[in-house]
């Protein structure tokens, strides 16, 4: 078959512009890639659809979580018509007359896509008949930054996504220290020193006997995040990378593990100080990322290798799920309770819990519910913000009562 060549008509200010499309949807593009793409489609010709998607499919998609962003803005840009049917749905005004089961979640167009399309039309002057000039005093309104705080990590655009990352990168978990096993010297401790007594009377000639005082040392707990990344928590679980990425490089002794049909370890990975790099090497990492679910056979990995390795001295344990298994919660239950019974305190992140009217139906939900000390939201930042205040809380567990000094 012979290759069309490019020069001759406009294929490369479409491919260009295409690739600013990407940009704009959030997409890291630049003019690299854009020469690289050329030279791909100039290789493959364009005699077939998909050579000539797969082509820039290759060079503008770095991570799994871009395929979907990449698939609508290629079938859109390109004009696949079914496609071009769905957003011009999005142009017209909402009437109850229509129908909205032909919509399924899984086919609606992201949000950074319709922007990045200009298929969005922005707001015109005159729109709007004029109103009187009011002064109000926005002493007790909110800014744009608290509006952001209540907006869905899903439905999200490619700014406001930017401005979610540049707030969760400054987010802290302010963890209580726990007194652990060993003492350290302390003049107003409450429990006598006798090693330090005798070794200060003998410096002294047994003349005087100084008594000494001791105090229980005090240490953050270990933090354990484990986080569903399959397919029906992608859109959360690529935020929550970020405010792992965060936590990790804010303390010590954190340790995440990610899973989907099976258990992944990385910790190190997040570790870098680049958030672009981490992700990027969990990315390549990670082989199951938006695929099936199987909780029951990963936590049972994780109670075997990794319990005795991570959950010592008091761990707090972080579930990040919506409690879809496909395994049908096949010894979830028995796996659960024994991860609760390992650590400190086990906390359920559940992004399903947005919805007001939100019941644990699915057999992996109630499997685990019965064994969580908390149940909690995870889909927007006053949601993770929540979740750093329950974290401080002063209340004395079973491990700090038995240890008081």
């Known amino acids: ?24 949807a959030g997409l890291p ?12 489609v100039e290789t ?37 018509p079914r496609f071009l049917d769905r957003m011009m749905s999005l142009l017209l005004p909402d009437s109850p007359m229509l ?9 609606e167009v992201s949000r950074r896509v319709a922007e990045a399309m200009n298929l969005i039309p922005p707001e015109r002057e005159g729109d709007e008949p004029e109103q009187e000039q009011t002064e109000i005093d926005a002493v007790m309104t909110f800014s744009d930054k608290e509006v952001l705080q209540s ?36 003049p107003r401790g409450r429990r006598a020193d006798l090693r330090a007594t005798m070794r200060s009377a003998l410096r002294s000639g047994g003349d005087m006997i100084p008594l000494r005082w001791k105090s229980r040392r005090r240490q953050s707990p270990p933090l354990v995040v484990i986080c569903d990344i399959s397919g029906s928590m992608s859109r959360y679980s690529r935020m929550l990378l970020h405010f792992m990425h965060a936590v990790t490089n804010d303390r010590d002794r954190v340790f995440t593990f990610l899973f989907g049909t099976r258990l992944t370890h990385v910790t190190r990975y997040l570790r870098s100080k680049d958030v672009d790099v981490a992700l990027e090497k969990v990315s390549e990492e990670v082989v199951d990322w938006s695929g099936g679910t199987r909780i029951g056979a990963c ?7 990794w319990t005795r390795r991570v959950l010592g001295q008091g761990a707090l344990v972080l579930l990040i799920s919506d409690g879809l298994d496909r395994d049908n919660a096949d010894g979830l239950a028995a796996e659960v309770d024994r991860l609760k019974r390992s650590c400190r305190r086990l906390i359920w ?44 809380q002063s209340a004395v567990s079973g491990h700090e009562a038995r240890f008081a000094a």
Do not use: C
């Open 299 to 305: 936590l049972h990995d994780f109670n075997r290798y």
């Open 99 to 107: 129908d909205s089961g032909d919509m399924s979640k899984d086919n």
């Open 44 to 80: 493959v010709g364009l005699g077939n659809r998909d050579d000539f998607y797969w082509a820039l499919h290759s060079v503008f998609v770095n991570r799994r979580d871009q395929k979907e962003l990449f698939d609508q803005a290629f079938h859109i840009f390109w004009r696949n």
């Open 349 to 392: 992140l559940n992004p399903l819990l947005r919805y007001d009217q939100y019941e644990p139906k699915s057999l992996g939900a109630q499997a685990i519910l019965p064994h969580v000390d908390e149940l909690r939201s995870v889909h927007n930042l006053e949601s993770l913000s929540q979740l750093s205040e329950a974290l401080s």
């Open 151 to 186: 907006i869905d990590f899903e439905k999200m655009s490619a700014e406001e996504l930017e401005l979610a990352k540049q707030a969760i990168k400054r987010m802290h978990l302010p963890l209580r220290d726990l007194p652990t096993r060993r003492f350290r010297p302390n």
């Open 1 to 24: 078959m012979e290759r069309a060549p490019l020069a001759g008509g406009r294929m490369v200010e479409n491919i260009a512009y295409f690739a600013r499309t990407l940009r704009r």
């Open 29 to 40: 593009i630049g003019p690299g890639k854009i020469l690289t793409a050329l030279r791909a």
